[in-house]
Nanobody
Framework: QVELAEAGGGLIQAGGSLKLSCAPSGRTFSKSVMGWFRQQTGKQREFVAAVQWDGGDTVYADSVKGRFIVSRDILKNTLYLQMNNLKPEDTAVYYC???????????????????WGQGTQVTVSA
């Protein structure tokens, strides 16, 4: 059974930083695009960031560009999201996601990701 386990969420004051991690189990995604999405209360899930299989290429939502950094450690089979200068509007449940196929282009489309974690809550207080 394939699982994606997020960790690192919590309560933080505006302007602070958090680092999320995502550790797959049951298979590796060493040749697949992985990404982060988030869902704010009462809203649809939205794209945050994605990284290519080798970590060499990334894409970000405009709302987080310049503040968040997505990365991955291939040897540890772990995905990360470094979140800096957090704002109250960043409050959401953050989900890790992975594409099934190998060597595919980066994508921000939710339907392109087949595997999802359970999510980790990030709350930013003003």
């Amino acid at each position: 059974q394939v699982e994606l386990a997020e960790a690192g969420g919590g309560l933080i004051q505006a302007g602070g930083s958090l680092k999320l991690s995502c550790a797959p189990s049951g298979r590796t995604f060493s040749k697949s695009v992985m990404g982060w999405f988030r869902q704010q209360t009462g809203k649809q899930r939205e794209f945050v960031a994605a990284v290519q299989w080798d970590g060499g290429d990334t894409v970000y939502a405009d709302s987080v560009k310049g503040r968040f950094i997505v990365s991955r450690d291939i040897l540890k089979n772990t995905l990360y999201l470094q979140m800096n200068n957090l704002k109250p509007e960043d409050t959401a449940v953050y989900y890790c996601a992975a594409r099934t196929d190998r060597y595919t282009p980066l994508t921000s489309r939710e339907r392109d990701y087949s595997y999802w974690g359970q999510g980790t809550q990030v709350t930013v207080s003003a």
